[in-house]
């Protein structure tokens, strides 16, 4: 079946579905900071604003694979830097635990990701989210863990 | 369902160049709870803001979402929108394609997709929105000052002169604190007694002052508004109603033992007034040297006492005040020298510290103001001084700099030149840093008027041959060793946390760094803040300063604090923390995870099984929790929520954006 004869299936390239939480003190302002700068990235990942990396819960993470995103960044302050003290140190903590719980369950390490980006670090928003998406097109769409649609 | 409405902007052309707003504007009419969805030029704008106004009456809207520019820059706007129209300002959410998609995804078809995503996920997340109400606390309006050094003072002073009462509680017998060792103070040269006596005497004599010295912090409880503070009033064992502060007692007190003041190179005796300017200038009995309270022989000052005042029976006396604001102010410790070995710190009684020269060339130090070295009290010659002792040391665990040595070496130089012309000091330094209005200056004369040698490099070795100090080092700048026969060596010990510094910390709640300065909120924004609201730090507890850095942080700090006393009550935040009581556990782990210590678990009772019965829940302090949300995930339970964002409101968001 060509994709003209099928019209669910557009003749679209594959584009992978990234959800981002985003701290609103430091990643979500350099996200704010990429676009005041103009700097061009691809559109595959989307921030959920929380308003602490800490506030990340695991059920979050686990709810957009089950739903079918393909990877998932979260992404806050520096360790050391939160807004609010230590919430990133639970963060990486947790973020560590759950890394390899979901590689125990098949799912590639690179499809869930950390990282601390300031409010002034627009340039490594823009690479990170890059990056990401790049990495995840050459994964392809995630199967795992997914619930049937 | 809830009646939503969306509201698309243009931002100009800056969205619009780059999504098509109609079209975002068309597809969210489809999305659930939406009954109107719409897009203009400036949603921002006054036009724009009646617009949303009028259709939050006309279609009787529970809530809306504004797709524009980052939150971050127009929420509160949205917000104040929504509550003019009569809506809870907290059923507005924004979703950012202006910064996210128009301004970073220059392809139009797909940043219209992303900002249709990111509308959808505004929608879902609104549906569930409820309306939010901050709560408000009354405050206490009084202020305690912990430390009453020169910032402790001067905050204590500015506090009180705004018209709010203050206690200034210093765990010495007399406030001052280092200022009051100093003789003469940089860059002015102004003598530190002159400048620093009156302060004491008008913060003892301020009628919005209460001075309680010889006193501790025992505990903390409370928060931003209403600390309730448990305080220590030490034993003094002299009444200080009958004391007129003669002085007879300390005349014919028998027993004498090295003066802390005086940095043990004087005497004072068992029952003392630390110095002549003491406030309060009345003595206290200091129990561990006290011939009676060790074993029951003496009892002369007693005895001596015109007015009965002297009080061996007398206790340490444990009280509790409200405060609605506190301002730490405790200040520093010199560096313990004898870490450096090497230089015979600690051992070679010649080799002394700033603070000893400070007392050795004071007027009514225990040399009365003549230079004699602490050894053999001959007048030295060649004085050295080395600086960088306990900063700058990788090595010694001190890698800051302590700020004040660098100049206060220069005021030594220029002192000792002055009572001593026929001296010569040589300084080691590894940098000159006089970062300071009026300081390079002095610098400069140190070096040219006052005839001071300045060597550049680091000392290896300072020992004993006779009555000479050999002190060996290296001058970088000529790359060849040097060697100095000195009579007196001083060591530019830096600055220390207090030692019990983290102690403090934790009973106040707030944070301190690897080394135990304590942590300002925000380096740059919030220099004088801590994490703990309502809480606020003052001088040299924060890290090394000197005494106009001191100063000016002790006003900031005491601003935080009146104006946080002005206010009739405290609004707090609305998006915080809420326990639903009905699964929480009690197990407590919300509690250690709260860096706020927002969260205290408490006792209910309620029915069960037809039964009364307790159980122990958690219970979130409205007024102190800031909204983080690190107890909702600790909660293994799923009873803690954080209000504005749910754990149903983010889920619905995860759904939506993966729903395409
Ligand atoms: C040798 C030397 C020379 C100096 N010369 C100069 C100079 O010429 N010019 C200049 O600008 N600066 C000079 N300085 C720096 C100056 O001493 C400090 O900037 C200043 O003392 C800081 O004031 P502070 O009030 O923050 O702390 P401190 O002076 O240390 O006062 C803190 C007070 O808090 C009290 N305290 C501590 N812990 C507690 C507690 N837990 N509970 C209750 N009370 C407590 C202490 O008893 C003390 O009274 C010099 C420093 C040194 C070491
Ligand atoms: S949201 Fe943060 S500040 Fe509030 S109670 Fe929970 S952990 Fe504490
Ligand atoms: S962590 Fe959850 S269950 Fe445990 S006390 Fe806190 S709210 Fe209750
Ligand atoms: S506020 Fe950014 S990680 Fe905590």
């Given at each position: 079946m060509s994709a003209v004869d099928n019209p669910k299936q557009p003749a679209k390239e594959w584009e992978p579905n990234i959800v981002g939480f985003a701290c609103n003190w430091c990643t979500y302002a350099g996200a704010d900071l990429a676009g005041l700068s103009r700097m061009q990235y691809p559109p595959n990942v989307k921030l959920v604003r929380v308003p602490c990396s800490g506030r990340t819960n695991p059920q979050f993470v686990l709810r957009a694979f089950q739903k079918g995103a393909d990877a998932v960044l979260v992404a806050g302050c520096h360790p050391g830097d939160c807004h609010y003290a230590t919430g990133n140190y639970f963060t990486r903590r947790r973020y560590l635990l759950m890394q390899r719980m979901l590689e125990f369950m098949g799912i590639d390490p690179r499809r869930f990701q950390a990282r601390w980006i300031s409010g002034s670090e627009a340039p490594k928003f823009r690479d990170v989210v890059t990056q990401m998406t790049e990495e995840i097109k050459a994964l392809g769409p995630n199967r795992k863990l997914r619930e049937e649609i | 369902m809830k009646r939503i409405g969306v509201f698309v902007c243009h931002c100009g052309s800056n969205i619009a160049n780059t999504v098509h707003c109609e079209k975002v504007a068309q597809v969210a009419k489809d999305f659930p709870g939406v009954v109107l969805s719409t897009d203009y030029k400036y949603m921002c704008s006054e036009p724009g803001q009646v617009m949303i106004q009028e259709a939050i009456r006309e279609h009787n809207l529970d809530g809306y979402v504004v797709a524009a520019c980052s939150p971050r820059m127009h929420e509160p706007t949205f917000r104040k929108c929504a509550a003019r129209a009569g809506m809870n300002p907290y059923m507005v959410e924004q979703v950012n394609i202006r910064e996210q998609c128009s301004w970073v995804h220059a392809n139009k078809e797909k940043g219209t997709e992303k900002s249709i995503d990111l509308l959808r996920m505004g929608v879902a997340k609104v549906v569930k929105n409820e309306p939010l109400y901050s709560t408000t606390i009354p405050v206490t309006k009084r202020s305690l000052v912990i430390g009453g050094g020169i910032a402790g003072i001067q905050a204590a002073l500015d506090i009180a002169n705004a018209g709010y009462p203050v206690t200034l509680l210093d765990r010495e017998h007399t406030i001052g604190g280092r200022m009051a060792q100093v003789d003469k103070t940089f860059p002015t040269l102004d003598c530190s007694a002159c400048i620093l006596t009156p302060k004491m005497v008008e913060a003892a004599q301020h009628p919005n002052i209460e001075l309680m010295t010889y006193a501790e912090v025992e505990a903390v409880d409370g928060f931003v508004g209403n600390f309730d503070v448990t305080i220590r009033k030490k034993a003094?064992?002299?009444?200080f109603d009958q004391c007129t502060g003669c002085g007879a007692c300390t005349e014919k007190c028998p027993k004498k033992v090295p003066s802390e003041f005086e940095m043990e190179l004087g005497m004072r005796k068992a029952i003392y007034t630390p110095f002549p300017q003491a406030v309060p200038n009345k003595p206290i009995i200091d129990a561990k040297h006290c011939r009676y309270l060790l074993d029951g022989k003496c009892g002369i000052c007693k005895k001596v006492c015109p007015t009965g005042a002297v009080d061996y029976e007398q206790k340490d006396e444990l009280i509790v005040e409200r405060f609605g604001a506190i301002v730490v102010a405790t200040g520093f410790e010199q560096f313990d020298i004898s870490a450096y070995e090497e230089y015979g710190a600690g051992k070679i009684p010649d080799v002394i510290t700033g603070l000893h020269l400070e007392r050795l060339m004071n007027a009514s130090g225990p040399t009365a103001g003549k230079i004699k070295r602490p050894s053999d009290g001959k007048v030295p010659e060649k004085i050295v001084f080395v600086k960088c002792v306990g900063s700058r040391d990788e090595a010694k665990g001190r890698p800051y700099c302590s700020k004040a040595c660098c100049m206060y070496v220069a005021k030594h130089a220029t002192l000792l030149k002055e009572k001593m012309p026929n001296s010569k000091s040589y300084i080691f330094y590894m940098d000159v840093r006089t970062p300071g209005k009026n300081y390079e200056e002095f610098y400069a004369r140190t070096q040219n008027e006052y005839d001071a040698q300045y060597i550049r490099g680091r000392v290896s070795k300072i020992f004993q041959v006779g009555d000479k100090l050999i002190v060996r080092g290296e001058d970088s700048l000529l790359g060849r060793p040097v060697e100095i026969e000195a009579d007196l060596v001083v060591l530019a010990a830096g600055m220390d946390p207090r030692g019990d510094a983290k102690d403090l910390a934790r009973t106040l709640g707030i944070s301190y760094d690897q080394h135990g300065w304590f942590t300002e909120a925000h380096p740059k924004l919030q220099p004088v803040e801590t994490h703990t609201a309502g809480i606020y730090l003052a001088g040299a507890c924060q890290g090394p300063k000197d005494i106009p850095d001191s100063v000016a942080q002790a006003s900031a700090a005491a601003v935080k604090a009146a104006g946080l006393l002005s206010k009739p009550e405290l609004t707090s935040e609305a998006m915080t923390a809420l326990c639903d009581e009905a699964i929480c556990s009690g197990c407590g782990l919300c509690q250690s995870i709260c860096p706020y210590k927002s969260i205290e678990i408490k006792s209910i009772n309620e029915r069960y099984h037809g039964q009364m019965r307790q159980r122990r829940v958690s219970n979130v302090n409205q007024g102190l929790c800031q909204g983080c949300g690190a107890c909702t995930v600790a909660c293994p339970s799923g009873a803690m929520n954080l209000k504005g964002f749910t754990n149903d409101q983010i889920l619905a968001e995860v759904d939506a954006l993966c729903q395409r």
């Open positions: - | 003094r064992y002299v009444d």
